[in-house]
């Protein structure tokens, strides 16, 4: 039998081997590490979220409604056209008393302005010449009158007076006319020309001021522009894409920025046939009934048109919809974890109650309370 190997000389054996299990092991370990990371890339998805109790988040049903069209509109209030004057003045002249000023309330026939008018001396002194030419020759035609009846002049002479007599009775009429025409009154000449308000109302435009110098009529912008805001109109902006969700004798609601919590209700009475090259939208027009004066001109508005005919549509309540970075939000149950869902809504329905255009479908089951649920996913990752 062979003899073993001296003690000393195995030691340095193991060692050895040791040393090569460990290199071999740091290897298979380095591969392992290296190979992690690979193992690890699925990422998590930010839009789904897991609780340990889903039972303390009321769901509801996303429902399927027949309900009117909504669609909403940015909107101007404006003067009625049919309501509107543009006040002008037929002679020229320079303003001696300025009555009123941009904004006032007027009645109808109060004096707006006095204007020293040459125009107006021109034309009561034409008036005083022909109411002087036609005394003359109403007076020549008695006495033509007088001798033809005692037989002292031929009749073509009476037929001359009568002619001359009705020739002065059309001057003295038309230069009447015109004085009146410019505002002046026969009975009692004046060079000053008093313009009045036409109708009752607001001064919505001033184009003149004291002592200013008036022009023709042909040369000049109207000086004052009279409103009657009893009834105004609400223009609005509907984008081409959206025409066809809009008809004449639809309601519209519209709400101000003035008075949030108010409601004004109208209808469609008008949409224009041409598009605004810039923005690809038509003017709309609702007239609402403006008896209390709320409604200014140049106020900026939001209107919600609802149609006549009915259409299905997809609603949720409104809680259960969150406003997030300027977008809409749901939370849809997905067995015991919960997906958040961007969404587009389209005006509220009846019962508190939101429309739902895109994103969701019928029958989704969606957390009643957004809001409350999102605060306890936020509170649960802190």
């Not at 040393?19 to 298979?28: P, Q, R």
């Not at 894409?241 to 209808?267: M, S």
Request: glycine share 6%; hydrophobic share 40%; aromatic share 4%.
């Amino acid at each position: 039998m062979t003899s073993s190997a001296p003690r000393s000389l195995q030691i340095p054996a193991l060692a050895i081997v040791a040393a090569c299990l460990a290199v071999l092991a740091g290897s298979a370990c380095s591969r392992e590490t290296k190979a992690a990371p690979t193992r690890a890339e699925v990422s998590r998805d930010p839009n789904l979220f897991a609780t340990e109790h889903p039972e303390l988040f009321p769901t509801v049903r996303v429902e399927t409604r027949d309900l009117p069209t909504l669609l909403t509109a940015n909107a101007t209030v404006t003067p009625d056209v049919n309501r509107t004057i543009h006040v002008t003045s037929l002679g020229s002249g320079r303003v001696v008393d300025l009555r009123v000023r941009l904004g006032d309330f007027v009645q109808k026939g109060k004096t707006l302005l006095i204007i020293s008018s040459p125009d107006l001396s021109s034309a009561f002194a034409d008036y005083q010449k022909a109411l002087a030419d036609e005394l003359v020759t109403r007076k020549a035609l008695d006495r033509t009158q007088l001798l033809f009846d005692k037989g002292a002049v031929a009749e073509k002479d009476l037929q001359a007076a009568q002619n001359a007599e009705a020739k002065a009775q059309v001057d003295l009429k038309t230069t009447e006319q015109r004085v009146r025409v410019l505002g002046g009154d026969p009975a009692h000449p004046s060079q000053q020309l008093v313009l009045r308000a036409p109708i009752s109302g607001t001064i919505v435009e001033q184009n003149v001021a004291g002592f200013e110098g008036i022009k023709s009529l042909d040369n000049t912008p109207n000086l004052f522009t009279i409103a009657d805001l009893s009834q105004v109109w609400v223009v609005c902006d509907v984008f081409e894409n959206d025409l066809g969700d809009v008809h004449l004798g639809d309601a519209a609601e519209v709400r101000l920025n003035a008075f949030p919590d108010k409601t004004f209700r109208g209808t469609v009475s008008d949409i224009s046939r041409v598009l605004d090259p810039a923005t690809r939208s038509a003017k709309v027009r609702v007239v609402l009934n403006n008896a209390g004066g709320e409604l200014r001109p140049g106020m900026f508005a939001t209107a919600t048109f609802r149609s006549r005919k009915l259409r299905p549509v997809l609603v949720v309540p409104t809680t259960a919809v969150m406003r997030l970075h300027d977008k809409d939000w749901l939370f849809r149950k997905e067995q015991s974890r919960f997906r958040r869902l961007e969404v587009q809504t389209s005006g509220s329905a009846a019962d508190g109650w939101l429309q739902v255009r895109q994103g969701a479908q019928a029958g989704d089951e969606v957390v009643r309370n957004a809001l409350d649920f999102s605060t306890a996913v936020a509170e649960k990752k802190e």
